[in-house]
Nanobody, 124 residues
Framework: QVQLVESGGGLVQAGGSLSLSCAAS????????VGWFRQAPGKEREFVAV????????YYGDSVKGRFTISRVNAKNTAYLQMNSLKSEDTAVYYC?????????????????WGQGTQVTVSS
């Protein structure tokens, strides 16, 4: 089992920045990738970014490319999502998730563990 705790959400004005953290505990040796997803009211869960836990390979959703950066510090078992140039459409609950299988998946179905989510609200 892996437990995830997100932090760093909040309210920010459009054009501003926020940094989210995702701290993992438990069986962290099983982690292959960490992904960030978001879900706005009435919408499906959307892929934001993913990072491979060992090699650092990253992929981003089209709507956040060039604005968001995913990173990880293995020694701390923590992943981060730096969000810059935020827009009102970035408003959502942001979730981090762990995949225990090789690869850098973008589908939420490929993930095994999920955090509780953190709210990000961008005011226009």
């Amino acid at each position: 089992q892996v437990q995830l705790v997100e932090s760093g959400g909040g309210l920010v004005q459009a054009g501003g920045s926020l940094s989210l953290s995702c701290a993992a505990s438990g069986r962290t040796s099983s982690i292959y990738a960490v992904g960030w997803f978001r879900q706005a009211p009435g919408k499906e869960r959307e892929f934001v970014a993913v990072i491979d836990w060992t090699g650092g390979i990253t992929y981003y959703g089209d709507s956040v490319k060039g604005r968001f950066t995913i990173s990880r510090v293995n020694a701390k078992n923590t992943a981060y999502l730096q969000m810059n140039s935020l827009k009102s459409e970035d408003t959502a609950v942001y979730y981090c998730a762990i995949a225990n299988n090789m690869g850098v998946p973008t589908s939420p179905r490929r993930y095994d563990y999920w955090g509780q989510g953190t709210q990000v609200t961008v005011s226009s």
